[in-house]
């Protein structure tokens, strides 16, 4: 079985950061992408960022230039760093990855980590 843990979620003001990890385990053959996914009260859940296992980065543009993705995929942990807070920034992000499990053959899932609630209020 495989698992997602997030962590680092939080209430931080306008301007301010907050860096949010996530770890996989559980039997695991490959990961071959990471990311992290939004959503925010009445919206639908939104792309923020994703990382391969050769390092390749995507943002959405609204938080491109704030956002860092990082981490290391192959040995299943990423962050994200999240800089120059926004009030619409309001949302719980899941951790998101295309993992290959030990015994699936080729076969990839999708699995996603339960969620961490970050919360921008002055």
């Known amino acids: 079985q495989v698992r997602l843990v997030e962590s680092g979620g939080g209430l931080v003001q306008p301007g301010g950061s907050l860096r949010l990890s996530c770890a996989a385990s559980?039997?695991?053959?490959?990961?071959?992408?990471m990311g992290w996914y939004r959503q925010a009260p009445g919206k639908q859940r939104e792309l923020v960022a994703t990382?391969?296992?050769?390092?390749?980065?995507n943002y959405t543009i609204s938080v491109k230039g704030r956002f860092t993705i990082s981490g290391d995929v192959a040995k299943n942990t990423v962050y994200l760093q999240m800089n120059s807070l926004k009030l619409e920034d309001t949302a719980i992000y899941y951790c998101?990855?295309?993992?290959?499990?030990?015994?699936?053959?080729?076969?990839?899932?999708?699995?996603w980590g339960q969620g961490t609630q970050v919360t921008v209020s002055s």
């Open positions: 998101n990855a295309g993992i290959i499990p030990r015994g699936a053959g080729r076969t990839e899932y999708t699995y």
């Open positions: 990382i391969t296992s050769g390092g390749s980065t």
């Open positions: 559980g039997s695991i053959f490959r990961i071959n992408a």
